[in-house]
């Protein structure tokens, strides 16, 4: 491995997000490779794009500036991209320079995809199942809907003058952190950051145990860390 190894593959129900893993190092040697990389998937029509730094041991500010340098672009045809499994030492450098102001981070792959799945407005309630296959003939990814579901019977007509559409619930148990907290934050939002834990420690969420820091840490990625910020959120649903 010259400094760095990428690989390309699909991910999603629609096989529309590139999912890019890296092995290695992102600095002023590597990072012009980085680059190329994500101008030929934008040029391959995707613009759905994840990066898995699980087996990056170092980013420089050079390596840094490939992806801040590319976001406005990719966001403004309508995409984005997201960096997921970050190692600590990675991430600690990330946050001290504030780069998690301007790009979306999480802490596995799924949860990116789902969060690209929902901006799309797919049910990710549905079963999916998921296998990865790089480009470079590797293992790679690929989305494999689940069976059509038996005819359903027909439903009585709704009574006149009654609105016939009840919009679906989604189980929260199923979504990805980050929209738990937007849900959470809905319901109440004056709690802070220790309540939404406890809150996330319900049945509602699956019991879902989460550490405070890195709650703190995605309220700030969707601009909720303050009450203010929160309530504003809340007016505006």
């Known amino acids: 491995m010259e400094g760095i190894e990428i690989s390309i593959g699909r991910v999603g129900a629609r096989r529309d997000i590139a999912l890019l893993r890296v092995k290695g190092y992102i600095d002023t040697q590597t990072c012009g490779k980085m ?3 994500i101008t030929q998937v934008l040029q391959d029509g995707a613009h759905h794009i994840i990066v898995d730094m699980g087996q990056v041991n170092y980013v420089s500010s050079a390596g840094w500036g490939v992806f801040v340098g590319e976001i406005k672009g990719i ?4 995409g984005d991209l997201k960096i997921v499994q970050m190692l600590p030492e990675v991430n600690e450098v990330f946050e001290m320079l504030e780069f998690n102001r301007i ?4 802490d596995n792959i799924e949860e990116a995809i789902d969060d690209f799945d929902l901006s799309i407005g797919l049910d990710i309630t549905k079963s999916i ?3 990865y296959r790089a480009d470079n003939g590797g293992s790679s990814t690929e989305a494999v809907a689940p069976p059509a579901p038996p005819p359903r019977k027909p439903e009585k007509s709704p009574a006149k003058g009654r609105k016939s559409f009840v919009k679906p619930k989604i189980d929260a148990r199923v979504l990805p952190l980050s929209e738990q907290i937007k849900i959470a934050v809905i319901e109440d939002p004056i709690q802070g950051a220790l309540k939404i834990k406890k809150t996330l420690d319900t049945e509602k969420y699956g019991f879902k ?5 890195k709650i703190l840490r995605t309220l700030r990625k969707l601009n909720l860390e303050t009450k203010e910020k929160r309530i504003r959120f809340y007016r505006s649903r």
């Not at 966001?75 to 309508?78: A, C, K, N, P």
């Open 35 to 37: 680059l190329n990389v």
């Open 75 to 78: 966001r403004e045809s309508g």
């Open 103 to 106: 790009l979306a981070s999480y």
């Open 129 to 131: 199942s998921r296998t």
């Open 209 to 213: 145990k989460v550490g405070y820091f």
